[in-house]
């Protein structure tokens, strides 16, 4: 599957006129959680010739390449990206910090190596709890839930505790997160779901698991409450971005 994605990446930059600069595997094969039936969620950022910037036109800045049930593949501009980037954008974190890459430049790395100094942890846990409670509320409260959104709502707690201990961008891997935080008997309670979820199609239903479900509630609470009393977030400048951006350009 390496090997198809990569020579869909050729394609793209050929048929898109683009450069890719950084493209991973973002959903639950990098979270360390897939089902044998999970799609491959390729995200990539790319850059585009000089001259496309100087545009007046407005132009779109997503490539939505392919979606079907074996391969979801998009990617933003880099403009686009950075300007997220400015706002700490949870998903920019992520996509920088994938176990799975399936390219990356020397030009990446010029954003990657400055990227940690947009992360602003109370949009972070903003972000992430918000995504924990939606996922909770909508798919864990009957007494038959789907399995895979027990992963949707404990990857997001635990990166909102990872994120009130060290004040970093969290790892995607759930099990760094579990390991971190979990201990006897919920921990082993989430593996025997990992395990269950390795051989289980991506539809499997179980009966709702108190234990988590308890854990949950005194998570979200804690943590909405952490949140409404931490300090406002400082935006860094733009300076480094729009170095970065510019250095995009450079023949070096």
């Not at 404990?154 to 060290?166: D, H």
């Not at 008997?185 to 051989?199: N, R």
Request: proline residues 5%.
């Amino acid at each position: 599957m390496r090997e198809i994605i990569e020579q869909k990446l050729a394609e793209i930059e050929e048929k898109e006129n683009i450069r890719i600069l950084h493209c991973v595997e973002s959903g639950s094969r990098a979270w360390g959680f897939a089902s044998p039936d999970s799609d491959y969620d390729v995200r990539f950022i790319y850059l585009r010739p000089r001259e496309f910037y100087l545009r007046l036109e407005k132009t779109s800045d997503v490539i939505e390449w392919q979606l079907d049930e074996t391969l979801d593949i998009n990617g933003w501009d880099v403009q686009k990206a950075l300007r997220l980037l400015h706002k700490s954008n949870p998903t920019l974190f992520e996509w920088n910090s994938s176990p799975i890459v399936y390219k990356t430049t020397r030009k990446w790395k010029a954003i990657s190596d400055i990227i940690d100094e947009y992360f602003m942890q109370k949009h972070a846990l903003y972000h992430y709890l918000s995504t924990a409670k939606s996922n909770y509320r909508e798919y864990l409260k009957g007494e038959i839930v789907k399995l895979k959104k027990y992963f949707y709502v404990l990857r997001p707690l635990l990166a909102c505790k990872w994120i009130l201990k060290k004040g970093t961008p969290p790892p995607m891997r759930f099990d760094i997160l579990l390991n971190e935080f979990l201990s006897e008997p919920l921990k082993s309670e989430v593996e025997t779901l990992i395990a269950l979820k390795t051989y289980s199609p991506e539809t499997k239903e179980i009966p709702r698991v108190k234990i988590l479900n308890d854990y949950m509630d005194e998570e979200i609470a804690e943590i909405k409450t952490i949140l409404d009393e931490c300090p406002a977030d400082t935006p860094s400048n733009w300076d480094d971005l729009d170095k970065a951006f510019l250095s995009l350009f450079s023949s070096r």
